[in-house]
C-alpha cells in the first residue's frame, strides 16, 4: 500500500533553514505530483508547495514562496521541502501528500486533491 515516510523536522532559530524528507514506497512514484502541507497549533490544514511527477513544475504558497524550495529526486522515490529563513509563523506539522489521481495536469494545488498523507513530521521556530 502507498506509504509515505517524513522526516527532517526539529527546532531552528528565526532566519534558520530545515530540509524536510518524504520517502514514499507503494506506487509508481513518476508517475505522481506530491505536495507539502502544514498545520500550525489551532490551525486548519495550509498547503505549502507542489511538484509535478516529473519535476517540470513546482508551486509554493504566497507564505512561503521565495524561501522555501522543493524538489525530487524519483531515483530515489524521495520529495523534499529546503526550508531557509525560517519564521516563527512557520512553526507547525509538516505532512507529505500524494495526489489522489496520477499525471496533473494543471500547477493548481487543493488539499482536497490528495489521496495519501504521511504521519508529518514537527517543525519548530524558535529564538
Known amino acids: 500500500q502507498v506509504q ?17 524528507s518524504c520517502a514514499a514506497s507503494g506506487f509508481l512514484f513518476e508517475s505522481y505530483a506530491m505536495s507539502w502541507a502544514r498545520q500550525a497549533p489551532g490551525k486548519g ?8 511527477g516529473d519535476g517540470s513544475e513546482t508551486a509554493y504558497a504566497d507564505s512561503v514562496k521565495g524561501r522555501f524550495t522543493i524538489s525530487r529526486d524519483n531515483a530515489k522515490n524521495t520529495v523534499y521541502l529546503q526550508m531557509n529563513s525560517l519564521k516563527p509563523e512557520d512553526t507547525g506539522l509538516y505532512f507529505c501528500a500524494r ?3 496520477p499525471f ?5 494545488y487543493d488539499v482536497a ?4 498523507w504521511g ?4 517543525v519548530t521556530v524558535s529564538s
Open 113 to 116: 486533491q490528495f489521496g495519501s
Open 99 to 101: 495526489d489522489r489521481n
Open 45 to 52: 490544514l495550509e498547503w505549502v508547495s507542489g511538484i509535478f
Open 4 to 20: 509515505l515516510v517524513e522526516s527532517g523536522g526539529g527546532l531552528a532559530q528565526p532566519g534558520g533553514s530545515l530540509r524536510l
Open 119 to 122: 504521519q508529518g513530521t514537527q
Open 104 to 108: 496533473r495536469l494543471y500547477n493548481d
